[in-house]
T-cell receptor, first 113, second 123 residues
């Protein structure tokens, strides 16, 4: 199984500041035949299902604000929120869909400082 | 737009079999060429992919659960289902049904999720 490890486990950022969450996979999730990273990011608020933010490591889902961006390739990935808003308080998960069984990171809890 | 809705018993006893159903509305399972998946989340913990099924019935299962799970599809009811046997307290979780955003493959990010149903395993 591919193990997904996020850092940090929790993060407190001031409103308007940048938030950065990292995700590392135990093996590559870059599929060489199409040069795509099989990596997604989700946001989950209490009592709600996860919401897809980013797929293919850097493609923003329709309707997701452009302050959210994803980067990285191979085994190291980053989710960046460029200017934190109050509504961004949530737990964020990375997810690899490169190989079955599909696996998720342990989550990063983002709070307001 | 496409919506998913889980239904289940809420409470099950240890050693029993859990049966969950996901009803698809706003689209047809049979003609959509998509996979349909189950994911669970224990209280306060992370997400675990359980397995996925194609509209034709072919399945992918998480090896950690494979001996205990069966996922099936009923196109006539526009539903797919999960059965999980030999329940223990460790199976207590919110169970979500979800669909990957890419048609024709299970190798996709999940863009549509149900609201989830909480299942507690307790005597």
């Amino acid at each position: 199984d591919i193990v997904m490890t996020q850092s940090p486990d929790s993060l407190a950022v001031s409103l308007g500041e940048r938030a950065t969450i990292n995700c590392r996979s135990s093996q590559t999730v870059l599929y060489s035949s199409n040069n795509k990273n099989y990596l997604a990011w989700y946001q989950q608020k209490p009592g709600q299902p996860p919401k897809l933010l980013i797929y293919w490591a850097s493609t923003r889902e329709s309707g997701v604000p452009d302050r959210f961006s994803g980067s990285g390739s191979g085994t190291d990935f980053t989710l960046t929120i460029s200017s934190l808003q109050a509504e961004d308080v949530a737990v964020y998960y990375c997810h690899q869909y490169y190989s079955s069984p599909f696996t998720f990171g342990q989550g990063t809890k983002l709070e307001i400082k | 737009q496409l919506q998913l809705q889980e239904s289940g018993p809420g409470l099950e006893k240890p050693s029993e079999t859990l049966s969950l159903t996901c009803t698809v509305s706003g689209g047809s399972i049979n003609s959509s060429n998509y996979y349909w998946g189950w994911i669970r989340q224990p209280p306060g913990k992370g997400l675990e992919w359980i397995g996925s099924i194609y509209y034709s019935g072919s399945t992918y299962y998480n090896p950690s659960l494979k001996s205990r799970i069966t996922i099936s599809v009923d196109p006539s009811k526009n539903q797919f289902s999960l059965k999980l046997t030999s329940l223990t307290a460790a199976d207590t979780a919110a169970y979500y049904c979800a669909r990957p955003r890419t048609a024709g493959t299970t190798y996709g990010a999940f863009d549509i999720w149900g609201q989830g149903t909480m299942i507690t395993v307790s005597s």
